[in-house]
């Protein structure tokens, strides 16, 4: 692999190849098991909130116990959006989209959708959009 500027280049020898069968199984079963473990959290962040009901006599536990609630509403609504966006990734595989970037229609690199399988773009595509965002 080559380096520019100190960011790595990926070599593109799967770029314009479809992913296989067993891929597209192995990617199944890896956003399944990721949407299951990302349930259990959402799950125990939900319960913590309401297992921090009832009233405390001191303010400053009522406060600290307030501080808490928000910590982990802030979890859970993030967790409930890495739910959504892994049960969308998992709802491209019947409509024989899985991999493919939703901005250019181009196949999204192996790499990438072994580290998010649930990514929705290419590098490049992404790219575009964070920079198009920053200009706003």
């Given at each position: ?9 990926v ?5 314009d ?11 199944r079963?890896?956003l ?5 473990e990302?349930?259990?959290?959402l799950?125990?962040h939900?319960?913590g ?5 009832g ?9 600290s ?12 609504d ?5 739910l ?8 491209k ?6 991999g493919?970037c ?9 790499k ?16 575009l959009l ?7």
């Open positions: 692999m080559a380096e520019n500027n100190g960011r790595e280049l070599d593109d020898y799967d770029d190849e479809e992913l296989t069968s067993t891929e597209l199984s192995g990617f079963e890896k399944q098991s990721e949407a299951h990302v349930h259990e959290r799950q125990r939900s319960d909130v309401t297992d921090a009901e009233t405390l006599p001191d303010e400053v536990d009522q406060a116990r307030e501080s808490e609630k928000t910590y982990l509403l802030k979890l859970a993030k967790e409930r959006k890495l959504l966006q892994i049960n969308r990734a998992l709802g595989f019947d409509q024989g989209t899985y493919i939703e901005g250019t229609g181009d196949f999204i690199r192996r990438r959708l072994e580290l998010r399988p649930w990514t929705r773009y290419s590098i490049h595509h992404k790219e964070e920079s198009q965002k920053k200009r706003r």
